[in-house]
């Protein structure tokens, strides 16, 4: 609630917004008084004078437990060591600073660097829609407002419904006051992490960077969750190159832009748990952006020492996935093949190349260190010849790989030369010192000891995987029983079950590349999603850009 006294300071428990301001701007802070208190938004500020200890105390834990700062920034509040110690603590903290510039000033280089690359309000006309568009919305009290249907928030309402994708349900809305456009996402959570996802809330609400959008709110509903954020006209980046062809200037922009961004999450100790190709969207002005965070499976999560190197590693092979994408308007298959497309120059494929097969795995490590060497290699005029040496030694491999590959599966294809093939523990890749495709832990080593009861081959490479269960899911994630390091596969892809009778199922997981069943050696049919579809021994599938054999 509001206090009749004190100038309007809101002295409770909810999400409020702290004021930083010289008393020599007192006029202007009572305009902005006005204004808060119009549109009923929780906010306090230090009503008197600084005199000593306990009244700094009190300030410290008043930003403390604020949701937003609003620095009121003048050539008074820019001298005072006041507003300089509420800026430190609030950075230090991770407090978002609003800012509101009174008047056009030389901005002081200590207060600069403070405010780095934070958006500012200046104070002309119309400058009021702009500073309430900025202000989280947790922070308007909804104590007048009716009681919510589900799903209805007291400041934003859905207009339409934009797409449905990877359990993510993403619509346009409209805030109802001000009119201004949203994005809002619903997600399902489970209750027992409701914590977590409140953490993950924190992490991301801080963010400046153009690659992430601003958050607005957050809401948990029973077991749901509703992300409010900055619309930026997104279309997804998968839809928008089915239409349009990048030039070479565009991609080297929008790559640096996303390794930035990936740099700017390290910097801030955070990464990515995963980084689908379906949450990149191109936005007004055809830049490159993410558009979800808050997602417990794909968003945005704090490092560990013991995790960092790992998810480095990630980060680099998925650079490398979206670099060949937006080349090729295609997603790779790993090991990456070489990109060759005469709409390019020379010099310009020879360092795309070079950037993704060094990003991509070989002998279980990747051939960056940090992020700014990718950026060196991206950004240089001509390759050393070191770098022409390891291009040319990749493409001589991968070359010998293709052929061996295309060799095991035109074996599968063909019935007769069934009593040649041979069996490997090993995957392919592994063999020619390429990324070991295949994270397996179920893996039965002794058929005959094992009671085995499925059993798959990876055509292309005759490697043999046994389970000693009725049901085998595929997909990308380890917590999969055949687990393929592969962007154009699912996280959860295929369901392989066998009933009591023996007779083998196969479902689709509610996948986007699908599945498809293989008939007369070249014929493919789709499983419908969700549908159990009866198969039997011998009978091969695909999912994403990778066949197999039901044994």
């Not at 389970?467 to 393929?484: N, S």
């Not at 154009?488 to 996948?511: A, C, M, P, Q």
């Not at 008939?519 to 066949?547: L, Y």
Request: glycine fraction near 6%.
């Amino acid at each position: 609630m509001f206090m009749e006294n004190g100038g309007g300071m809101y002295e409770g428990n909810d999400p409020y917004l702290f004021i930083s301001y010289s008393h020599r701007d007192y006029n202007c802070l009572n305009e902005i008084k006005v204004l808060l208190e119009t549109h009923h938004i929780r906010f306090w500020y230090d009503n008197g004078l600084h005199s000593g200890d306990d009244w700094n105390l009190v300030i410290a834990k008043r930003l403390k437990d604020a949701a937003a700062c609003l620095l009121l920034l003048s050539p008074e509040s820019a001298e005072s060591e006041y507003v300089k110690n509420e800026l430190n603590f609030a950075l230090s903290r991770r407090i978002p600073i609003h800012t509101l510039l009174l008047d056009r000033f030389p901005i002081p280089i200590d207060i600069e660097m403070m405010l780095g690359r934070l958006q500012m309000i200046e104070r002309v006309d119309g400058y009021e829609n702009r500073l309430l568009k900025s202000i989280p919305p947790e922070l308007y009290t909804t104590s007048s407002c009716k009681e919510e249907k589900e799903g209805e928030h007291p400041l934003y309402q859905v207009t339409e419904e934009l797409m449905n994708r990877q359990g993510t349900v993403t619509c346009l809305g409209r805030h109802k006051k001000l009119e201004y456009q949203v994005l809002i996402q619903k997600e399902t959570v489970k209750l027992s992490d409701k914590n977590e996802a409140l953490e993950q809330v924190k992490m991301i609400s801080g963010l400046s960077h153009p690659l992430f959008p601003q958050i607005y709110d957050v809401v948990f509903e029973k077991d749901r969750i509703w992300t409010y954020q900055e619309y930026r006209g997104e279309q997804f980046l998968d839809q928008y190159l089915e239409k349009h062809e990048l030039t070479e200037d565009k991609i080297m922009e929008w790559i640096l832009s996303i390794i930035d961004g990936m740099e700017y999450l390290f910097r801030l100790n955070l990464g990515f748990r995963d980084l689908p190709h379906g949450s990149m969207v191109v936005l007004n002005g055809n830049r490159i952006g993410m558009f979800r965070l808050q997602n417990l499976y794909y968003g945005v999560l704090k490092l560990q020492p013991d995790t960092r190197q790992y998810y480095f590693e990630k980060e680099v092979e998925e650079i490398a996935v979206l670099l060949y994408q937006i080349c090729t308007r295609e997603i790779p298959i790993r090991p990456f093949r070489i990109i060759d497309d005469n709409r390019f120059s020379s010099r310009f494929l020879n360092k795309v190349n070079l950037v993704v097969q060094k990003c991509a795995k070989e002998q279980g490590r990747t051939g960056y260190i940090d992020f700014q060497e990718i950026k060196d290699d991206i950004v240089c005029n001509r390759l050393k010849m070191r770098d022409l040496k390891f291009l040319n030694q990749r493409r001589k491999k991968l070359c010998q790989y293709e052929q061996e590959k295309e060799r095991c599966l035109q074996k599968f294809i063909d019935d007769d030369c069934q009593a040649e093939i041979k069996i490997r523990r090993n995957s392919l890749e592994k063999e020619y010192g390429l990324e070991d495709t295949v994270l397996l832990g179920d893996v039965m080593e002794n058929l005959a000891d094992s009671g085995c009861a499925i059993r798959i081959i990876i055509c292309s490479t005759g490697q043999l995987f046994e389970f000693a269960k009725d049901a085998v899911v595929i997909g990308r994630t380890a917590d999969c029983d055949l687990a393929l390091n592969q962007p154009s596969i699912s996280r959860r892809h295929i369901r392989i079950s066998k009933d009591v009778s023996g007779t083998y199922y196969i479902e689709d997981l509610n996948t986007k590349n699908g599945t498809y069943l293989i008939t007369d050696n070249t014929e493919t049919m789709r499983i419908p999603v969700g549908e159990k579809v009866k198969i039997s021994a011998n009978s091969m599938f695909s999912a994403g850009c990778i066949r197999f054999k039901l044994l």
